[in-house]
């Protein structure tokens, strides 16, 4: 049986857990995720979803705020064959923890390393008009996104696909993967692929403000845009109503017709979402 510490803090990392529960070859000795935060209108502290997974299945979590040497210590003391790491983000983890595994730091990135680096890399295929990606397995080095690859499994990227879609086919398609993988690795550790550094590309994560749409760009690439930020941070633009009173409005969804943009699903802060057909009489989208 093979020993695993699991590292994620997603919604898209709790399949994972559910797959290693029910495969008798892996035992799943911590579950480590992120620390409660204030969440919701009311900023309640909340555990995130991993960690009322772990929870709910009586499985033994950590919430560290840091990698230092308490925690390494720690982590040293549960003598872990292998950690899988799905969506936890930063701290990054350095050698001194990935040499205390015998099979070492297992990554599951959503794309075809080492294309798309970074934090965000389904929003960024998305704009940029990928149809091709692919799910890398990969161990973790000293340096994000960089150590030798698994395997690479590919799939396709839909018209219609928003961040939030493509990234639960792509987890979805790596957990129903994931045994036989992880089975194949333990027994042949050293068959891995080093990546071409020189094909590595990297876009940054995403913030609140880099939302607003450019109105300046081609209406193809600003309905992708619009895909690609949902479910966050959401694209939105600046609207007047007939006072000239200045909003911030939300657009969900919206259509590409003739190399035009009409929104579909829109929410104008401080109000509910609608559809843009019932308030386009009222408002104006200000495009410069």
Same mark, same amino acid.
Not at 10 to 22: A, C, E, G, V
Not at 188 to 217: A, E
């Given at each position: 049986m093979i020993n695993i510490v699991f590292f994620g803090s #997603?919604?898209? #990392?709790?399949?994972?857990?559910?797959?290693?529960? =029910?495969s008798p070859e892996f035992n799943i000795l911590v579950v !480590?995720?992120?620390?409660?935060?204030?969440? %919701?209108?009311l900023q309640h502290i909340t555990p995130n979803q991993v960690a009322q997974f772990a929870q709910n299945h009586q499985l033994k979590l950590l919430q560290p705020q840091k990698f230092d040497s308490e925690f390494t210590d720690l982590f040293k003391s549960l003598?872990?064959?292998l950690a899988l790491v799905v969506a936890y983000g930063p701290p990054f983890f350095d050698q001194t923890l990935i040499d205390i595994l015998k099979y070492k730091i297992i990554n599951i990135h959503p794309s075809p390393l080492p294309k798309y680096r970074g934090a965000t890399p389904g929003?960024?295929? !998305?704009? =940029?008009? /990928?149809t091709t990606s692919a799910v890398t397995f990969f161990q973790i080095d000293s340096l994000p996104d960089h150590g030798p690859i698994i395997t690479q499994i590919p799939l396709n990227i839909s018209? =219609?696909?928003?961040?939030? #879609?493509?990234?639960?086919?792509?987890? *979805?398609?790596?957990?129903?993967?994931?045994? #036989?993988?992880?089975k194949s690795y333990v027994q042949?550790?050293?068959?891995?692929?080093?990546?071409?550094?020189?094909?590595?590309?990297?876009?940054?994560?995403?913030?609140?403000?880099? %939302?607003? !749409?450019?109105?300046?760009?081609?209406?193809?690439k600003i309905e992708r845009f619009i895909r690609a930020l949902i479910p966050w941070p959401t694209a939105w633009?600046?609207?007047? =109503?007939? *006072?000239?009173?200045?909003?911030?409005?939300?657009i969900l969804s919206a259509t590409l017709n003739q190399n035009q943009i009409t929104p579909q699903q829109i929410q !104008? /802060?401080?109000?509910?979402?609608?559809?843009?057909? /019932?308030? /386009?009489?009222?408002y104006t989208i200000k495009k410069s």
């Open positions: #997603s919604p898209y #990392s709790t399949i994972f857990l559910k797959q290693l529960l =029910n !480590i995720t992120k620390p409660d935060r204030p969440q %919701g209108r003598k872990p064959d929003p960024w295929q !998305i704009i =940029n008009g /990928e018209p =219609n696909d928003t961040a939030d #879609s493509f990234y639960q086919k792509a987890f *979805s398609l790596a957990s129903q993967n994931l045994n #036989s993988i992880l042949n550790p050293h068959l891995l692929t080093p990546q071409d550094h020189s094909q590595k590309t990297y876009f940054p994560k995403f913030t609140k403000k880099d %939302g607003q !749409i450019d109105w300046s760009q081609p209406a193809d633009t600046y609207v007047t =109503n007939q *006072s000239k009173d200045l909003f911030k409005m939300k !104008i /802060e401080g109000k509910k979402v609608t559809n843009w057909s /019932e308030v /386009e009489n009222y």
